[in-house]
């Protein structure tokens, strides 16, 4: 008996649920699966044994350390106990303590006052000379610090470069004065706080930083309210390092500003001065010294010595979080508010909707703020991105395509905040793409939501509120509003760290929403969420994206998403439109191989012969029922062909109010065969289109699995064999390979699979009617 297996009665779409790319679930009885992972037993708190280190590693690392601890312990054994409390209350002792503090206090405000810029500069901006300049920072801490005083005495000693002028112009004498000494400790210390900062920040993705100049916050604010919290733990580090630095700086200080006592004679000076005189006072005073940089190592507990680092850091985002550098701190600087910030004229066309404006009015309101504008999108983007979207306010459009095919650049030059493309972007009446990204009016939710990790989840939905000027309490009152809309308002107090993944993406897109944006952009919302919460999170997200007033852009992998939450799907390649259209349409008619398949239906490339059916890249021909027309069928117009390669230089998308591209975004055609309209101009054309290429797509239920070559009216049939098989929620994927054609894939249900006594490996041949293969031309 033949044995064959046929899926039945698939719904058009029904592919949409899950494609065989996507997250595909083992079989049952696969022996794999996470409580297995290998890392995960590691995860689980057994330690790897310790391995013995070699000899050859042993000896020399021993004794680096006993170099490094040798005349530490000389200082402590041969301290006089007895006499520590005479020697360190001696009035000169006690002079040059005072003193060394002042010093070295004053040398930590200044590098934190010039270090601090400086580091986000080397850290976050382009400018001629970087490397220049990192090699300056970092010369005073290779060079012999006399050198360096030398150096001090040259450029602002009183024969120095700068030295006449301070004399002549401000009567400042530097060298031999205790600002001098200060000057001396700053140009040896500062690096410390420069490397560890710029470190620091370099480590800390700017996702936060572009996040909130999204919700409108002026750079100034970013820097204030999210960089420099996240960064605490680095400033507070290098601000340790940089004050004990200071407090032991000896060569450059007695070179430049000289050994006077209560002016310059800092405790390291002290120290030897007492070795000639009194070394035992010199030991006593060299302990202080050696006890004090020993309380900074250890009040930075390990961050930098290596050990609890977990504590340190705990520790240090706690000190963070307390810092005092509070985002709702009053606002020194409102953005768009008042003539300082030009935003009135930049908006170029005295249109009274600004963004601004908008702000205010429905701060004003009670509940959240509702106002009457609406935001139609248009934006032209030139560079690696070519294409043009025209979309009326209230259309979500779901962009997608392969990596690489420039969603996340799309975002981002809508943003302003990438240079490979370039966005002429108009919101509503208001050319904004001359405006920096917090005057733009465009939120942007990135892939993992960004929350700040330091504000509660209030705070963060209350930070594109404050960054407009609302008073704390009113930004307090509507981001919580925000919240509940969201189903989150139970969690208002929370951190990031303590919300689970769907809460925080939930809170994200509240924050998002609170900021009132023209235009919202949100990349993968869904993705970093288990299938039970994505399936609620999208619910909520539909249910929020009918009610707003702009357009809105979902970057998206997941065919469910964009199905589920899209007017329209925008099909990316190699940064061009491929397709815009409806997703009733997409799902008919893809327009790539790629989108076929993210949809999971088979689609296979081919050229058209004469008698309608497609020849395919290997030997295998595969016969379809309903050629294409012959308008449709690239290969009998060579005009076509040339149109399309001009159409092609540059994707538009349509202008007409809700439309999809000319016929692709018209009612879908009825029957499966029946090829999409082709655009009549300007429309959505494939990157690189060959005379003749076409695309025959055929759904995975249309493929018939047997064990023996089957006969009858299918004219179809290949061999191939079992690759892999996948289970999708209760039917099988069969990955199928042949010589004759691409591989395909079948879907099949469980039963059948025994049945046929599928597995890895198995020959079978597979069949498809001619009447279930649509052509598509490319
Ligand atoms: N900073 C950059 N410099 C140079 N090329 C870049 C940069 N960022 C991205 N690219 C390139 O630009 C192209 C588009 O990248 P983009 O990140 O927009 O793709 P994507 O569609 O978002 O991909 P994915 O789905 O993998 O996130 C890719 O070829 C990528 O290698």
Redesign the pocket.
Known sequence: MKRTARSTGSAPGREFRRSPWHKPRRLPGCRSGPGRLPGRRAASGRRAPRRGAPLALALPAALAVALLLLPLAGIVARTSWSDLGTHLGSPAVREALRLSLTVSFWSLGISVLLGVPLAWMLARSAFPGKTLVRCLVLLPMVLPPTVGGVALLLGVGRRGLLGGVLEDWFGVTLPFSTAGAVIAATFVAMPFLIISLEGTLAGLHTRYEETAASLGASPWRVFRTVTLPLVAPGLIAGAALTWARALGEFGATITFAGNLPGVTQTLPLQVYLLLQDDPEAATSVSLLLLAIAMAVLIALRGRWAGGAPAAGRAAARRAAVHSGIDSDAPVGEISGHGPSDGHDGASGNGNSNSWDNGWEGAAERTGVPQDDARWPLQAELTG?NELRIDAQPGTTIAVV??????????L?ALLGL?D?SRAALRLGADEVSALPTHRRGVAWVPQDGALFPHLTALRNTAYGLRSRGVGRAEAHRQARLWLDRLGVGQFAQRRPAQLSGGQAQRVALARALAARPRLLLLDEPLAALDQTTRALVRHTLRRHLSDFDGVCLI?T?DPVEAISLADRVLV?EG?RAVQYATPAEVTRHPRSPWVARMLGRNAWSGSTTPDGGLCLPGPGRLVVADPLPVSDAVVSSPDSATEQGEQNKRGTLPTEPGGGAAGQGSPAPTEPAEPAEQPSSGRHVPPSPQRGEVMAIFGPEAVSVHRERPTGSPRNVWPGHVREITAVGSRLRVLISSDQVPDLVAEITPAAAVELDLADGTAVWTSVKATEITLVPL
């Open positions: 690696f395509g392969p990596n690489g095919a420039g969603k996340t650049t799309l981002r990438t490979r970057v992998h990316l940064g």
